[in-house]
């Protein structure tokens, strides 16, 4: 009785994560083209027509570039707060009302045997909030998006089974990178983007002895590299004596290609 997830996609450029139970299958946004998410329901072996729903965390188009199509070809039901339904309706296109359905923050729903609670998140958008999976005993916990990690945050996902978690930015890449000061003020803020090094110091706080994976993700096409995020929160997390790669492992995502089916 298996709760199983892949990121689809994860970065500046789109977004999407698929997460399934023995009887439910949900997906986490859909930022990319409805062609290129048909690809990647193909690349992990899964039939999107099957799908009970999409859950959209907010409006930008790096997380709801493909929801509209998508959920039109498939007759999928879209799940979203009022304000998110405000901010992208129209960018969707014509919605059938009865695939319409509303997913206030702060609340936990039932998808037969799988719960999902939402949560805010500090950024620039009408009212962001991402989820937490429970399953069978098991916690995932999707939590990108964010301008700082509060406190209320790190008590909602604490001591999940797996995290995916924003890392999107090194600092140094991005304060001599090419973005003008008023994008780079933006992402700096408590309303953008969690770095490399904020990732690391608030994963410190939710690490528990669950844990056993972490998905750095949402890396920023222009100022940041895999390998850089990786390292900086790797040794951030062993300065303050946690056990990476023994305890738990750190994986990378991909703007373009799907991780592998993970058990959480």
């Given at each position: ?148 990690v509060s406190d209320r945050i790190k008590g ?109």
């Open positions: 009785m298996a709760l199983r997830f892949s990121v689809l996609a994860s970065g500046s450029t789109g977004n999407a994560m698929y997460v399934e139970t023995p009887t439910k299958r949900l997906l986490v946004d859909a930022g990319l083209s409805g062609k290129k998410m048909d690809e990647l329901f193909q690349e992990i072996n899964r039939d999107p027509k099957e799908l009970d729903g999409i859950l959209v965390t907010h409006e930008h188009s790096d997380h709801i570039k493909g929801v509209g199509i998508f959920a039109r070809r498939h007759k999928l039901p879209i799940y979203a707060n009022e304000k998110t339904w405000n901010a992208m309706d129209k960018q969707l296109g014509t919605i059938p009302l009865d695939q319409k359905f509303h997913f206030d923050m702060e609340t936990v729903r039932d998808f037969g045997d799988l719960e999902v609670e939402s949560f805010g998140v500090s950024h620039d958008a009408a009212q962001p909030m991402f989820y937490v999976f429970r399953h069978n005993g098991r916690k995932l916990v999707i939590a990108t998006d964010m301008g700082y909602t996902i604490k001591d999940a089974d797996m995290f995916v978690f924003e890392s999107n930015h090194d600092l140094n890449m991005l304060r001599i990178g090419r973005y003008p000061w008023n994008v780079k003020r933006r992402i700096l803020s408590d309303v953008g983007h969690v770095s490399n090094e904020d990732a690391a110091m608030a994963l410190t706080d939710v690490i528990g002895d669950n844990t056993s994976r972490i998905y750095l993700a949402h890396l920023s096409l222009d100022n940041n590299m895999k390998d850089l995020a990786r390292l900086t929160v790797e040794q951030s997390l062993k300065a303050q004596g946690m056990n990476v790669g023994e305890q738990f492992q750190l994986y990378d995502t991909d703007p373009l290609k799907p991780t592998a089916m993970s058990v959480v």
